[in-house]
């Protein structure tokens, strides 16, 4: 700013006769400074964050835990597991921060023979459709003007709307006055948490690994449940692969 100043002053004094040079006044600098100091604080005010729209579409597996399998491992899991498949569309406000809606249908499979309940004999698929609201929290700038890193760690939170419907055998000659059935459709509201790792793929598309898991709201998303004590909401989740296009 000082700079500017003496320029001006510069300018005034070529135009008077050199005697009759004399030093700014401290009014008029204090002018200058005052002006400079406006225009400066405009256009920073007038530069906004980089904001950017994505799309994405994804796929991965989904596995449950809950009253139906309440001690499955990963052996289960892999034997029960099912598939999901989803689209996302995201608004990044800040190059760390971005909320979006993601939307996403999956299904399960849960097998008595698979929890050592050979005699009881039921199976059930449930299938299930998520409507949530999601924030991430991206630990390194990504995005629009940062193409140098082309991997970032993000966190993953939301919630949202969940419908499901459990299949259930009609096999229930063998069903204990224990347990209750409930193999229509229904709905909760699921909470989530995860984690991923973002890859650039190009300058206007990324590429997500994550681990999700949801809360169900519900203790019903496994079509058996027991009659006595209060069994722990059911959980669902898995590995999802996301393909993301960045528009900017």
Same mark, same amino acid.
């Given at each position: ?125 449930? /299938?299930?459709? +998520? =409507?949530?609201?999601?924030?991430? @929290?991206? #630990?390194?700038?990504?995005? *629009? ?41 229904? /709905?909760?509201? +699921? =909470?989530?948490?995860?984690?991923? @790792?973002? #890859?650039?793929?190009?300058? *206007? ?44």
């Amino acid at each position: 700013m000082h700079f500017l100043v003496q320029i001006v002053y510069r300018r005034i004094a070529s135009k008077q006769n050199k005697s009759e040079i004399t030093p700014l006044s401290t009014h008029m600098r204090i002018f200058f400074l005052a002006v400079v100091s406006l225009l400066t604080a405009q256009i920073v005010v007038a530069q906004k964050p980089p904001k950017y729209t994505e799309f994405g579409i994804s796929a991965g597996n989904l596995v449950y835990t809950g009253s139906f399998s309440p001690n499955s491992g990963v052996g289960t899991w892999m034997q029960e597991q099912g598939g999901r498949f989803g689209v996302a569309l995201r608004r990044n406000f800040r190059p760390w921060f971005n909320l979006g809606v993601e939307t996403n249908y999956g299904w399960f499979n849960l097998d008595d023979v698979n929890h050592g309940r050979a005699q009881r004999d039921i199976q059930v698929r449930t /299938s299930v459709l +998520n =409507v949530n609201a999601a924030a991430e @929290f991206i #630990f390194v700038r990504y995005g *629009k003007f940062h193409y140098i890193n082309d991997f970032a760690p993000y966190l993953k939170i939301g919630t949202g709307a969940n419908f499901f419907n459990p299949n259930i055998s009609d096999n229930f000659a063998n069903l204990p006055s224990e347990v209750s059935v409930y193999p229509f459709s229904y /709905s909760s509201m +699921n =909470v989530f948490m995860g984690f991923g @790792f973002k #890859f650039r793929t190009s300058y *206007k598309t990324s590429l997500s690994v994550e681990v999700m898991m949801h809360n169900s709201g519900t203790n019903r998303m496994g079509g058996v449940v027991s009659n006595f004590g209060n069994a722990s909401n059911d959980r669902y989740g898995g590995i999802f692969l996301h393909f993301t296009r960045l528009f900017f």
